[in-house]
């Protein structure tokens, strides 16, 4: 019932994930899928201590790239983006915590591998900032718009996390 009513309110008013509620958009991007990176990636969002809303494997349209991007349509390195992220599956994901947008870019590393530092997933598992493995949303607005882009509402799950008491005092 708490869920529903979250939910309905979160979908009137935009702001009503926050708190311990704030979600973020994570992809995996195609490198990431063919080098067998998922299995570890999502561990790393787990043993944080984050949870996970919404997963799904999906094959990205380039319209739905295109869109996703729309920011840096003007870059010299948009047509080989959109090829690179349409040229296989993406593991397409929604995590949810406190702060969860400023933390999982924390743990990305920067956008250029060169410039992120060991311990972070692009600082450990790649090299080139054209194969740099995993997206996340890099703000809390972006993060509603890349949600509601990517997933639908009922592909988004509500459910008891039984050891929150853990994690959150
Ligand atoms: P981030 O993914 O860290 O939020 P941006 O939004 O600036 O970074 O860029 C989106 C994606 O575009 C990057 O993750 C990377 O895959 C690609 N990209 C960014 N800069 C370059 C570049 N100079 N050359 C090739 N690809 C790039």
Redesign the pocket.
């Known amino acids: 019932m708490i869920c529903l009513f979250l939910s309905v309110f979160a979908y009137v008013f935009q702001s009503g994930w926050t708190g311990v509620n704030e979600r973020t958009f994570i992809a995996i991007?195609p490198d990431g899928v063919q080098r067998r990176l998922v299995g570890q990636i999502v561990q790393r969002f787990e043993k944080k201590g984050f949870k996970l809303v919404g997963m799904k494997l999906i094959q990205a349209t380039e319209g739905l790239l295109k869109e996703h991007?729309t920011?840096?349509r003007s870059?010299?390195?948009f047509s080989?983006?959109i090829s690179?992220?349409s040229s296989g599956p993406v593991v397409a994901m929604v995590w949810q915590g406190l702060d969860v947008v400023k933390m999982a870019?924390k743990m990305?590393g920067?956008?250029?591998p060169a410039d992120s530092l060991p311990g972070t997933i692009?600082g450990d598992y790649c090299v080139?900032?054209?194969?740099?493995v995993?997206?996340?949303?890099?703000s809390v607005e972006s993060a509603q718009r890349e949600i509601s882009l990517w997933f639908r509402e009922n592909e988004l799950q509500c459910w008891e996390d039984t050891h929150s008491h853990w994690i959150y005092n």
């Open positions: 991007k991007y920011e840096l870059k010299p390195f080989g983006l690179y992220m870019r990305l920067e956008t250029n692009r080139e900032v054209g194969r740099n995993i997206h996340g949303s890099d």
